[in-house]
């Protein structure tokens, strides 16, 4: 099945409707959305480019995006999104190792991709053939349930990125895990587009195209929070998809909106208080989302959060901790449930194995691992690095957790980052949730250093909010964790490295760390 069937039904079932939006501005409705995704593979088939080429997509996010990933589809062929804050080396490396045939470039991106661009390689700019009446619209071309739709380069935070290869069936299953478990899309309902589309942003523009929602591309083309809470308000029932970092900058925002030249532009007036009513949900994931940070989210914007757990190679799909688990106050256990990253969804097993595959029970940590229709097919003609990660069936995702009694799977850390001191295995994460907890701390990171006695000694880089004592952050992690998880040395940074998606390097810490660290 070609994805492009979806944007062909809804075009009929939905062709009046809105499908697209720029900020505040409607672009097209599904009946032009279509249209111009059949012209687009009308031009892309008089290029040569026909079912199974790729075609890269590297630019910023912009409503001209989602039409030339649909013309891309609807000719049948792979489309490659490039993150858009890649260097323009990295971008031509995943061009070339795709053999993508053309990239669709905006103009900022041609220019950084052009010193190292590929031959071989076709650059294009101009989208006009997207609108082109002389254009004959094509017909859908035929595709298989397994043949690739989407080469989703991983963000290789250790080594080069692979190309995880996405089928139509695993693009379907995500989609229909949204639906089942994150919430419902009815036409007219709104996803907002601050993440990258080339990432979990894009993966969540099917649902709404499926069921004839409207794709917000924020005219900032990232995300800005006086915008978002700007589009929150125009658009009905808005949705978006963030990473943690984002949801701590919306929630930082939120709580003094004064703050700010933005501000008076998108509310037009002081004293203004964002209205997150019209919020449906705001899906986080893609990262840790610490007890203390989504706590204060929901206090301060309201009951309008899920989270999910995936990776590229299930995309947005693994676990999942519904708003109702969330917003449910009164369980028992909801801060550990809080603390989780929810249970399976629907269509795939996860199973904890230990190295050599054994299943473990619940409660004890090992390797997440997964099985199901979403579970990528291979890493992009790389057959021994599909054969490591896909092992008897089971994707094996590199990271640690531990299930509880009810399923709930609690992320410990990635392997690589897992912490042994003295023979005892420590997560980081549990440390850096405790940090976290107290009010000086902005943001904190944990690493293991080499260590004589102990063999790795836990280290915490601390962005402070207010000046604070290494021995009162000793003091209060006593206060909450195991005494010897409390870390040895601090060392206060003014800033975390991470990297185009939010995530704290923690090779970057290392190495840092293996200089003699800075500060405290
Ligand atoms: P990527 O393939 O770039 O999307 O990265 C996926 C990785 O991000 C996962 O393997 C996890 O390590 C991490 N991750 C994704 N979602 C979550 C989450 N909800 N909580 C904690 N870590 C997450």
Known sequence: MNLALWLSRTAAVHGARLAIAHGDRPVCTYQEFAAAAARGARWLGDQGIGPGARVALFMTNHPDYILLLWSVWWAGAVAVPVNAKLHGREAAYIVSHSESALAFCDAEHAAAFAEHAQPGCRVVTRFDFLSDPALAPAPIAERSEDDAAWLFYTSGTTGKPKGVTLTARNLRWSTMAYFATVQPVAPGDSMLHAAPLSHGSGLYHLPYVLN????????SGGFEPPEIAALVARWRNASMFAAPTMVKRLVEWARNPGAGEAVAEAAGEAGYVPDWSGLATIVYGGGPMYLADIELALEVIGPHFAQIYGQGESPMTITVLPRDVIND???????????????????????????????????????????????????????????????????YTGDIGALDADGFLTLLDRSKDMIVSGGTNIYPREVEEALLMHPAVAEASVIGAPDAEWGESVVAYVVARAPVDPAELDAHCLAHIARFKRPRHYRFVDALPKNNYGKVLKTELRELEARGGRGG
Request: hydrophobic letters at 40%; one cysteine or more; proline letters at 8%.
């Open 212 to 219: 004839g929602g409207v794709n917000v591309v924020p005219a």
């Open 329 to 395: 106050a009164g369980h028992p256990r909801r801060r550990e449930r809080l603390a989780s990253v929810g249970f399976a969804q629907p269509m795939l097993e996860v199973s904890i194995r230990s190295p050599d595959g054994a299943e473990l029970a619940a409660g004890e940590p090992g390797e997440v691992c997964v099985r199901g229709e979403v579970v990528m097919q291979g890493y992009w003609r790389q057959p021994e690095a599909t054969a490591e990660t896909i092992r008897g069936g089971w994707l």
